[in-house]
């Protein structure tokens, strides 16, 4: 039998690379693509909005009154007018603007910061003391004292469509999209060109954007100190009366009671209900130690849990998954330059990324045509997570 011959695939040169196609990846290519005026080449090593990233899991919740603080908000509202265009583009409803709702106590921290955020920025807003609470949203359990603060910019998106959308409208833009290709090497040279080294071919850029999610210590050491892989879990339950939770009468929503958090969206499949804690597993070292499946008596106890936040959901899951995202220590994302000028990091956004992700993606326009790089803050930077390392402790 002759062997087989391999195939041979020419070496691209190209004004920018984007490394990863995933969130912040395709995001990037998006924007890229779309400003016009330079040749763009996305590298993925699984398929087109592939099952294997940080996105998955149907919803995700959006939100602009900011449970971590009032610093991000300028952020999410500038995603949240790129979120719409490229709705616009597609031609796909992506964010389903049904609110979030923050049920929990006044004094909390986290309440706290919503209500700072739509204080501060002027958000539309409701604020719902206890019986405005069990009078509107009677598919929660309420207890005394709980307020509730319904973020009218807030809602439900659907992230598996969101990145297929971006990475076409890429394609539309002119970009290149290259599949099932693993980039092993990232180098700079003297003269500030990038060559990026695939199991395929070479290819060779002016500036490229790393966009490598929990992959990204695996290409780059000097994110090991700063990022760990955090596994998430992904609950679905079936309520006994769906109507009451569909998106024209359910908001997605986020809670926190006794130590316990939870958040979803409405039902979107037509039979089940997404409500999910926030952790289940400590950090691991890489993606590979993500463990594949959330135990039997773990699974026990979020449907016990979930059913005592809304009674009217048969505790036992439906559907479960597990996901992960790159973690860093005090959840500030990395986004940082290299000292050449042509290397750009997006990481480390801690579970917290894909409601900014659009807004992060136009950083990545801004560095590809040199421009003023906007919604950025000097802690993202490498440098500044390893200070604060060295001040406190390490992330492993």
């Not at 879990?233 to 939770?245: A, K, N, R, S, V």
């Not at 908001?251 to 939870?262: K, L, Q, S, W």
């Amino acid at each position: 039998m002759q062997p087989r011959a391999q195939t041979t695939v020419e070496d691209i040169e190209t004004d920018i690379a984007v490394v990863g196609l995933g969130t912040m990846g395709a995001m990037s290519l998006w924007r890229i693509a779309r400003h016009g005026g330079r040749s763009v080449v996305g590298v993925e090593q699984y398929g087109a909005a592939h099952s294997h990233g940080s996105f998955t899991g149907e919803s995700r919740v959006f939100r602009t009154a900011y449970h971590e603080g009032t610093r991000y908000v300028p952020t999410l509202l500038r995603a949240r007018e790129l979120w719409h265009e490229l709705e616009a583009d597609s031609g796909r409803s992506l964010l389903l603007q049904v609110g979030t709702l923050t049920v929990g106590y006044a004094e909390d921290a986290a309440v706290r910061n919503v209500i700072d955020s739509v204080r501060e920025y002027d958000l539309p807003h409701e604020l719902l003391d206890t019986a405005q609470l069990r009078e509107r949203y009677p598919q929660h359990a309420v207890n005394e004292d709980n307020v509730g603060v319904l973020d009218v910019f807030g809602g439900g998106m659907r992230p598996e469509l969101s990145v297929l959308s971006a990475l076409e409208q890429a394609e539309r833009f002119g970009a290149r999209v290259l599949t099932h290709e693993q980039v092993i090497d990232i180098s700079v040279d003297g003269a500030a060109r990038v060559t990026v080294t695939t199991n395929r071919r070479t290819i060779r850029a002016r500036a490229v954007v790393v966009a490598q999610g929990s992959w990204a210590k695996r290409l780059s050491p000097e994110l090991r100190r700063i990022i760990s892989v955090q596994p998430l879990p992904l609950t679905w339950f079936m309520p006994h009366h769906l109507e009451m939770f569909t998106p024209d009468r359910f908001p997605a929503f986020i809670r926190d009671e006794g130590g316990v958090h939870f958040f979803g969206a409405p039902s979107l499949d037509g039979y089940s209900l997404k409500v999910t804690p926030r952790r289940f597993h400590d950090p691991v070292a890489d993606v590979d130690d993500v463990p594949k499946f959330i135990t039997p008596d773990r699974l026990s106890e979020i449907g016990r849990l979930a059913q005592s936040f809304f009674p009217d959901l048969n505790p036992e899951p439906v559907h479960s998954s597990v996901h992960h995202d790159a973690f860093t220590v005090d959840k500030v994302p990395v986004v940082d330059v290299d000292a050449t000028g042509s290397v750009l990091t997006l990481t480390g956004f801690s579970g917290h990324g894909f409601k900014l992700a659009p807004a992060i993606g136009e950083i990545a326009e801004q560095f590809a045509f040199g421009e003023a790089m906007t919604h950025m803050a000097d802690d993202y930077s490498i440098a500044a997570h390893v200070a604060r390392l060295e001040r406190g402790a390490d992330c492993l």
